[in-house]
């Protein structure tokens, strides 16, 4: 079976692809930063949650948005602020 990453590699998608991985990495550094405790009011999680919904809007602009919550298991409505509920 073909990773996300290979899939839309094939289908000419480049931009997508980048937009994509720098998603994912944005999710495990607020996964990473919950996990630690960082408090959901902090300059550090401000950060974080902003730089996740610049992204999103982006996936959202290029319509990957629902493919990528899809891959990862996540509603299609949700945002930064939920990865702390």
Known sequence: MKTLKT???EAGMDDKVKL???LDKQ??????A???NMGINTKGAYLLRDKY???KDKAEELG???L???KKGLDKNHDA?????
């Open 7 to 9: 899939f839309l590699s």
């Open 34 to 36: 919950v996990s630690r």
């Open 64 to 66: 990957v948005w629902d």
């Open 68 to 70: 990528f919550c899809k």
């Open 27 to 32: 999710k495990e550094k607020l996964e990473n």
């Open 20 to 22: 994509l991985v720098k």
């Open 81 to 85: 602020r939920d990865f702390w509920a």
């Open 53 to 55: 919904e610049e992204l």
